[in-house]
Structures are given as C-alpha cells and as structure tokens.
C-alpha cells in the first residue's frame, strides 16, 4: 500500500490533496472488509467485494496465523479458504503494479 500511497503522493498538487484520495480510498476498503463486521449477512453483491478485498484477507490471514477465530473460514470464497497465500497474493499484486508506476512517475516528476 506504500507504493501505491507514494503514486498518489507524486500526482497530487499537494500534501493535502494527496491524504484526501488516500483517505478517499482506504476507507471504503477498510469498511468493505471483514475486519470489522462478518461478511455473511452482506448483500450478495457486497460480500462478493468484500471476501476478495485485499483488507479482508490480510485480517483473516491474521486470525489464522495467529490461531484466533476466524469466522469468514466458511465462506466458501477461495480468499477466505485461503487467506494467507491471499493476503501474499495481494501483496505481490499491489508491488508489482505500483513500485514501477511510483518509480516511472518520480522520474518523470524529477525531469519536468
């Protein structure tokens, strides 16, 4: 997430501009999520977002590394089956996205 809060740091006029989207869309993942409430009573629509969002299986993979109950195992959603190579996958996903767009985009800002 790093990476992709320094992309929107390099193409935001200023600090505040650049906290406002990254609030603008940590929010809504952080409260389409299972993190805070179980996606089962969810709208279908909803917990679909929810069970793939990377939040959810970063919470989940958490639960289950650390032996908590994990109530978001039986959904049978393949992130919440499997939530620590999801959360990995996440991970991987977002880094190589972001780290070369964020490195393309401070080149380019530094020889403007």
């Known amino acids: 997430m790093s990476w992709a809060c320094a992309c929107l740091g390099l193409v935001s006029m200023g600090p505040e501009?650049?906290?406002?989207?990254?609030?603008?869309?940590?929010?809504?993942?952080?409260?389409?999520s299972n993190a805070m409430v179980p996606t089962q009573h969810m709208p279908t629509w909803l917990r679909t977002l929810a069970d793939w969002n990377p939040v959810s299986?970063?919470?989940?993979?958490?639960?289950?590394?650390?032996?908590?109950?994990?109530?978001?195992?039986?959904?049978?959603?393949?992130?919440?089956?499997?939530?620590?190579?999801?959360?990995?996958?996440?991970?991987?996903?977002?880094?190589?996205?972001?780290?070369p767009l964020a490195v393309h985009l401070y080149r380019r800002r530094t020889t403007d």
């Open 57 to 99: 299986a970063v919470a989940s993979a958490v639960r289950h590394l650390w032996g908590n109950p994990n109530p978001s195992a039986t959904i049978p959603a393949w992130p919440m089956q499997h939530p620590v190579w999801a959360a990995l996958g996440w991970s991987v996903a977002i880094l190589v996205v972001f780290a």
């Open 17 to 32: 501009s650049a906290q406002s989207v990254g609030l603008l869309i940590l929010f809504p993942l952080a409260f389409v």
